[in-house]
């Protein structure tokens, strides 16, 4: 029984542990959608205004980080874009139909125009965002309790 405190008890982590796991998980959350997510979504949405034209799925994959691409017409030339992080349409089968907005004077910069709106990267940052929160409460938590139990301790 000695040993269960040194090792965090017989319940799992103790609570500098899961202190330290928290702030960590909450800390990268946060970057996740703050450097990541935030920034796509606000990249969906700068091509609102963009030209439309109608693509094709050229390549499928995980569109949500960036990883398919389709194929259009704009300004007479046929043009393979890659979606942005953030994308849906992932689900879709190469050469399935829709509708993109691209950047007049730079066809490469394109997105799904049902993303224009901000897309999975928007529902995505908020949900990291949130979970940054929730897991920075945990540690923040965690360390009351240990303050609070060194206090205790020292009486």
Request: with cysteine; net charge positive.
């Amino acid at each position: 029984m000695a040993n269960e405190g040194a090792a965090g008890g017989a319940n799992g982590l103790g609570p500098r542990a899961s202190m330290v796991m928290s702030l960590v998980l909450g800390l990268l959350l946060g970057a996740l959608s703050a450097l990541v997510m935030f920034p796509a979504a606000e990249h969906l949405r700068s091509l609102r205004d963009g030209e439309r034209a109608q693509a094709t799925l050229y390549t499928s994959g995980a569109c949500m980080a960036g990883q398919c691409e389709v194929k259009f017409q704009a300004g007479g030339r046929t043009v393979v874009a890659d979606l942005p992080v953030g994308s849906g349409g992932g689900k879709r089968s190469v050469g399935a139909a829709m509708t993109v907005r691209y950047q007049a004077d730079d066809p490469q910069v394109v997105a799904r125009e049902d993303d224009v709106g901000g897309g999975g990267a928007a529902l995505l940052g908020w949900m990291s965002g949130g979970a940054a929160v929730f897991f920075l409460v945990i540690a923040g938590a965690a360390a009351l309790y240990l303050a609070w139990q060194r206090r205790t301790r020292n009486r």
